[in-house]
């Protein structure tokens, strides 16, 4: 089955049809910055420009960067707060006139990883996380995926993790890749403490630069491993979940 796979970041909003089968892309990626202010009318339109791109006229996968409970996103973290409480499937069905799915970001990006990346055939706990704009996370129950976790906003230090960890955090303040390793390293600890996982996968865009950071990340009796699906991943995530496999 082939999928219109849509990411929305806070930064871009990218997509690219999937063979949902093999989670091969069937054409180029294609990427269009996410529009500010981030409100639902602006990235709807967005959503339908991605799907004029590709002329596509079948089922489409949508993810969205906070809790999506239904179609519809509860909270709004790194985009306009007008999301709150929106119905986003109804919205995006409206705008593009087709059926779609709506789910949270990075449990899209762990999906896929689970099904077809660096977590596929692993057993027990495998817990993903996305370090773009902010940090989005994902826990995959021996393949079951347990939804809108959201383990970027625990506090650590008496900061929300994702204003000292996330990629943007690196960015905004300038830090060297040992540095922010360093926080990652702390990050990763916490929820080693608290979940124990058998593997934990780091992804986002900060996913293709892992050999920058992750060989100074080490916690002793948990893997961490790069995400393979890179930042394709929501993509891939979000077309398996219209498909019904996630």
Request: aromatic share 6%; proline share 5%; net charge negative.
């Amino acid at each position: 089955m082939n999928v219109l796979g849509i990411d929305i970041g806070g930064s871009g909003i990218k997509g690219a049809p999937v063979d949902t089968e093999s989670g091969k892309l069937l054409d180029d990626r294609w990427r269009i910055p996410t529009p500010a202010p981030s409100t639902p009318e602006a990235v709807a339109a967005v959503v339908r420009e991605l799907v004029d791109h590709f002329s596509w006229t079948g089922p489409v996968g949508v993810t969205f960067p906070g809790v999506v409970v239904d179609g519809v996103t509860r909270t709004a973290a790194n985009v306009d707060r007008a999301w709150i409480g929106l119905d986003a499937r109804k919205l995006f069905g409206e705008a593009t006139g087709l059926e779609v799915t709506v789910l949270n970001d990075a449990d899209a990006a762990g999906v896929a990883e689970a099904t077809f990346g660096a977590g596929r055939g692993r057993e027990g706990l495998v817990a993903m996380f996305t370090f773009g704009t902010g940090i989005g996370s994902a826990l995959i129950i021996d393949g079951v995926l347990v939804p809108n976790t959201e383990f970027g906003h625990l506090e650590i230090d008496g900061h929300e993790a994702e204003s000292r960890a996330s990629d943007h955090a690196r960015e905004a303040h300038d830090l060297s890749w040992e540095k922010w390793a360093h926080r990652v390293q702390k990050y990763l600890e916490h929820i080693q403490m608290l979940m124990s996982p058998s593997l934990i996968i780091v992804g986002g865009g900060v996913s293709k630069k892992a050999d920058k950071f992750l060989p100074l990340v080490d916690l002793k009796g948990t893997p961490v491993v790069p995400a393979a699906l890179l930042n394709e991943a929501g993509i891939i995530g979000a077309a398996l979940a219209a498909a019904g496999r996630g």
